[in-house]
């Protein structure tokens, strides 16, 4: 009862004139960037993030969440239109969804697709205001080395699963702690990793980080790989379901959220494993016509994991609100927003800023209604915005961009680091590390050096009061398992040597 309270707080933060109206504009840009393939919700958040110097938390928040569910939305209109997946967690929805737009399906999927996208969001964020509460509570008995191992699970996790190899993801991990270093240590005042700069004696600002890894990285990267003919897009009317299709839909929009949710909530769960999940449960449990459109065009190919994708990205709030722990790229940026405001997110922030939160939360089940009143009559008109031409549309990234970092402190050497950490995003997607560990492990990096020193001396120095508490100890064992299991199983799958 006192969640719902709070939550009935939270929707008379979030239905002010003010906030609706940056609620509807987050939806719809996250939306758009969604739609358009190689530009995602963590870049808009990134480029977006200088707003934090202007904008009141609650609007911007509001505005941030807005953008991340809309691009969950819009990311399933190229990979049906286009088999282009504007996210990696679309990925799966292309399967069968644009092989039912081929068969002249594509109002259907794109409908399936939205209202999935709705019932499983709406579901998750009430998964959300049980579930938040609940690890609050828990998480207020953490000591500092319970936060450090806590860290250390991020860090193992997110460098594991978020990329091709554990190695690739490691070493993106260590270029965001080295980054995190720079700087004048806060306990000896001593100046690391300067250069002689003036500077970087305060850091980098992770708005310059954020901004310069995701954005200018992405746009230089695909750039470089802009392809002159236009794409094919397969025309599409107004989305909407018969009966028979709502019939087949219902079921996989359940069982996806079931899926999605949890994985989200994990460190490294992200929303491409529950999908991917919920594509085989679908397609195992396909019974007669079903079973036969499999591979052809299946509407529960696209239900179930576009249900798993928007039910992850729920569950995604949960760690980040209540442990500071983000477990995707675009809760990383989210994190850097909130400490740009100088919060941070863990079980003060619900007794200290509830109706941030909660407003936060409350704006969920508002955006939602506000996607699918968006997706489905609009769905002609995202069509037609992928055929803005691409070198206006990376010129103008790479623009606001300098704009946004330019505005912070009108510092010319920003810039300079701005476009050094672009080039530098460019080199790490075009060998294959991913972003969002270096991302991480540079927001994460300065607090779990802080809780290592402070657990370090509370233990006169004793390294073993790292694992003295059974949480920390839990959760680096958990850590160990997390990184070690690949390694595990590929050696498992290895062929025995003959004789």
């Not at 699963?161 to 080295?178: D, E, K, M, Q, Y």
């Amino acid at each position: 009862m006192e969640s719902f309270r709070l939550l009935m707080e939270g929707f008379a933060t979030a239905l002010t004139p003010v906030n609706m109206l940056y609620a509807l504009v987050g939806v719809t840009l996250g939306t758009l960037v969604g739609v358009l393939p190689g530009i995602g919700p963590a870049m808009t958040v990134a480029l977006l993030l200088p707003i934090t110097f202007s904008v009141p938390p609650a609007s911007a928040f509001i505005m941030f969440a807005g953008i991340y569910y809309g691009g969950m939305y819009g990311g399933s209109t190229t990979s049906i239109l286009l088999n282009t997946p504007g996210e990696s967690s679309s990925m799966i929805t292309a399967l069968e969804g644009n092989k039912m737009a081929k068969r002249g399906r594509a109002a259907q999927a794109l409908a399936t697709a939205a209202i999935g996208s709705f019932v499983a969001g709406t579901i998750a964020t009430g998964l959300l205001v049980v579930a938040a509460p609940l690890v609050v509570s828990f998480a207020i008995s953490f000591g500092p080395e319970d936060y450090f191992a806590l860290a250390i699970l991020a860090f193992t996790a997110v460098s594991s699963v978020l990329s091709r190899s554990v190695v690739r993801g490691l070493a993106s991990l260590g270029i965001g702690l080295t980054i995190g270093l720079i700087g004048i240590d806060q306990q000896t005042g001593q100046a690391r990793l300067t250069l002689g700069v003036p500077q970087l004696l305060d850091g980098i600002d992770v708005v310059i980080v954020a901004v310069g890894l995701f954005a200018v990285g992405e746009a230089l990267y695909v750039a470089s790989r802009l392809r002159h003919d236009d794409p094919e897009i397969v025309p599409v009317g107004r989305a909407f379901l018969g009966r028979s299709d709502w019939s087949r839909s219902w079921r996989p929009w359940l069982r996806g959220t079931a899926l999605g949710f949890p994985f989200g909530a994990l460190p490294g769960g992200g929303a491409e494993i529950p999908t991917f999940l919920s594509y085989m449960v679908e397609k195992r449990l396909a019974r007669g016509v079903a079973r036969e459109e499999y591979g052809k065009g299946a509407i529960e190919g696209v239900a179930g994991p576009e249900a798993a994708n928007n039910a992850s990205a729920a569950g995604t709030l949960v760690p980040l609100l209540t442990l500071g722990l983000p477990t995707s790229a675009t809760a990383a940026i989210m994190l850097a927003a909130f400490q740009q405001y100088g919060l941070q997110p863990g079980p003060q922030l619900f007794d200290h800023n509830p109706a941030l939160v909660w407003g936060m939360i409350a704006s969920l089940f508002i955006g939602n209604t506000m996607l699918l009143v968006l997706n489905l009559p609009l769905a002609p008109l995202w069509a037609k915005v992928l055929h803005i031409p691409r070198p206006y549309l990376y010129a103008g990234i790479v623009l606001f961009a300098a704009l946004g970092v330019y505005a912070l402190n009108a510092s010319w050497v920003e810039l300079i680091i701005l476009y050094i950490l672009g080039l530098l995003g460019y080199a790490m997607r075009r060998f294959g590390l991913p972003v969002a560990p270096a991302v991480i492990g540079m927001i994460l990096g300065p607090m779990a050096e802080i809780q290592l020193r402070r657990a370090l001396a509370i233990g006169a120095g004793d390294v073993t009061a790292l694992i003295r508490s059974p949480i920390a100890a839990s959760l680096l064992t958990v850590s160990l398992l997390v990184l070690f299991a690949p390694l595990v199983r590929r050696q498992a799958k290895r062929p025995s040597p003959t004789a």
